[in-house]
């Protein structure tokens, strides 16, 4: 069966068909056997020409379930190539479009080529990491310093307001620990994320559309 059908239709027909081709498989039987001088097949328990009747019927069912899922396959992965879609990141077609929402999503056999989150894990990894590192230094700074002024002013609390240390100050300020932060990583990472978030929400809207509103032609 010919004629048009959009890509909606195509797509719930091809997924129907994959069921029924399967059922039709499972529920067939092709080859039997029985004794020479019987004329019931030993399995099935049908006349040899009934037998055979039915298992060349239940193939030929088969194979025509089979050309048409071809055909409607074919039809779309041809749509999908040149029908295309726009999203605010630019112009793809179906397919790529397709292609990339499951790349995005770690979908589908995209598992480990999901770049956008493997850059996000390590860049927000990393920044965690050195955001502990840095404090812990900075902690062991700080007590360091407490104690150089216990052994400089002594442990009367008056004396240290009124004797300012700068060579304490001085070295707390030298050995300070900071973020270096060429990217401002917190800012890059909210960026990366929003983009992969909004980028999957536009390509699925805009595959939805399309399916909807594109025919394609059955041979």
Same mark, same amino acid.
């Given at each position: 069966? /010919?004629?048009?059908l959009?890509?909606?239709?195509?797509?719930d027909?091809? @997924?129907l $068909? #994959?069921?029924?081709?399967? %059922?039709?498989?499972?529920?067939?039987s092709?080859?039997?056997?029985a004794k020479h001088?019987?004329e019931?097949?030993?399995?099935?328990?049908?006349?040899?020409?009934?037998?055979a009747?039915?298992a060349q019927?239940?193939?030929q069912?088969?194979? =025509?379930?089979?050309?048409?899922?071809?055909?409607? =396959?074919a039809?779309?992965?041809?749509?999908?190539?040149n029908?295309?879609?726009?999203?605010s +990141?630019?112009? +793809?077609?179906?397919a790529g479009?397709? &292609?990339?929402?499951?790349? $995005?999503?770690?979908?589908?056999?995209?598992?480990?080529?999901?770049f956008e989150? &493997?850059?996000? %894990?390590?860049?927000?990894? @990393?920044y965690?990491r050195?955001i502990? &590192?840095?404090?812990?230094?900075?902690?062991?700074?700080d007590?360091?310093a407490?104690n150089m002024?216990?052994?400089? $002013? /002594?442990?009367?609390?008056r004396?240290?307001?009124?004797?300012?240390?700068?060579v304490?100050?001085? +070295?707390v300020?030298e050995?300070?620990?900071?973020?270096v %932060?060429?990217?401002?990583?917190v800012?890059?990472?909210?960026?990366?994320?929003?983009?992969?978030?909004?980028? #999957?929400?536009?390509l699925?809207?805009? #595959?939805?559309?399309?399916?909807?509103?594109?025919?394609?032609?059955? /041979?």
């Open positions: 069966m /010919g004629g048009q959009l890509v909606t239709q195509a797509l027909e091809r @997924e $068909l #994959i069921h029924k081709i399967m %059922d039709k498989i499972k529920a067939a092709f080859v039997d056997m001088n019987e019931r097949t030993a399995g099935k328990r049908l006349s040899r020409e009934e037998y009747k039915q019927s239940a193939f069912q088969i194979m =025509d379930l089979i050309e048409r899922y071809q055909k409607i =396959d039809a779309i992965v041809a749509s999908n190539a029908t295309k879609i726009q999203t +990141y630019g112009e +793809y077609t179906v479009a397709i &292609s990339l929402r499951n790349r $995005l999503r770690a979908a589908n056999g995209y598992e480990e080529k999901c989150n &493997s850059l996000y %894990d390590k860049m927000q990894e @990393e965690e050195c502990q &590192s840095m404090n812990a230094k900075n902690r062991h700074l007590d360091t407490e002024r216990m052994s400089i $002013l /002594g442990k009367d609390a004396t240290k307001e009124t004797k300012p240390l700068a304490v100050e001085a +070295y300020k050995n300070k620990a900071e973020l %932060d060429p990217l401002n990583i800012e890059k990472m909210q960026q990366l994320k929003e983009r992969r978030e909004k980028l #999957i929400a536009e699925d809207t805009q #595959i939805k559309v399309s399916n909807a509103t594109t025919h394609i032609e059955i /041979g």
